[in-house]
């Protein structure tokens, strides 16, 4: 079975631009998941998606926002990039089961660079 | 919310030795805790987990412990060997309203170095 899979796997972008990153889970999975990791702050949860809804939301400004597509795919948007932006963003699947799966399977990440 | 604290942040061991590693919960009603191991240019592994309703879970080298009423779980890497030199990251999961619960709050993460 394939395991998560994230594009770009790396971007450089200019401060106030806006970017776009996607995220393909392991087949059967409807769960997404985003993380930032930065040396700093660590591991910081973004948000959630389940059947084409946010579910959780974590700490972030609004201009941090995602969408689940019917096929579970996932994309997230940051808008009018900022320096601090600079991170690896991870997304992670999960059967998300009735029997309550609460296993997360990451993805490779997409290194973000805001110069 | 959820706050995990993480100690240590950096841990070294001689190849064969045992590696302890802790961390502390917040959140009284986290029922799932996962183990990561992060290396170097990596995606976060999860190597083992263990949830409210049991004290301790072993797999191979691996085991975890759970101590709820003090709020806290280790992992345990017995008999280490250099493919263990990683980040680890501790995580906790509180459940939601309706049951189901995908936010992990993560640990700061513990350098291990096993040395020959």
């Known amino acids: 079975k394939a395991g998560v899979t994230q594009t770009p796997r790396y971007l450089i972008k200019t401060r106030g631009q806006q970017v776009t990153l996607s995220c393909s889970p392991i087949s059967g999975h409807r769960s997404v998941s985003w993380y930032q990791q930065t040396p700093g702050q660590g591991l910081q949860f973004l948000f959630e998606y389940f059947s084409e809804t946010q579910r959780n939301k974590g700490n972030f400004p609004g201009r941090f926002s995602g969408r689940q597509f019917s096929n579970s795919r996932s994309e997230m948007n940051v808008s009018t990039l900022e320096l601090g932006d600079s991170a690896l963003y991870l997304c992670a699947s999960s059967k998300d089961s009735s029997r309550l799966s609460y296993e997360q399977y990451f993805g490779p990440g997409t290194r973000l660079t805001v110069t | 919310g959820e706050n995990v604290e993480q100690h240590p942040s950096t841990l070294s061991v001689q190849e064969g030795d045992s590696a302890v590693i802790k961390c502390t919960y917040s959140?009284?009603?986290?029922?799932?805790f996962p183990w990561y191991k992060q290396e170097l240019g990596k995606r976060p592994q999860l190597i083992i987990d263990?949830?409210?309703?049991?004290g301790e879970k072993k797999d191979q080298r691996i085991a975890v412990t759970l101590n709820k009423t003090a709020k806290h779980f280790s992992l345990h890497i017995t008999e280490t060997q250099p493919e263990d030199s990683a980040v680890y990251f501790c995580a906790a999961s509180t459940p939601r309203l309706g049951g189901t619960a995908s936010k992990l709050t993560f640990g700061t993460g513990t350098r291990l170095q096993v040395t020959l």
């Open positions: 263990i949830r409210s309703n049991v």
């Open positions: 959140d009284s009603a986290s029922n799932y």
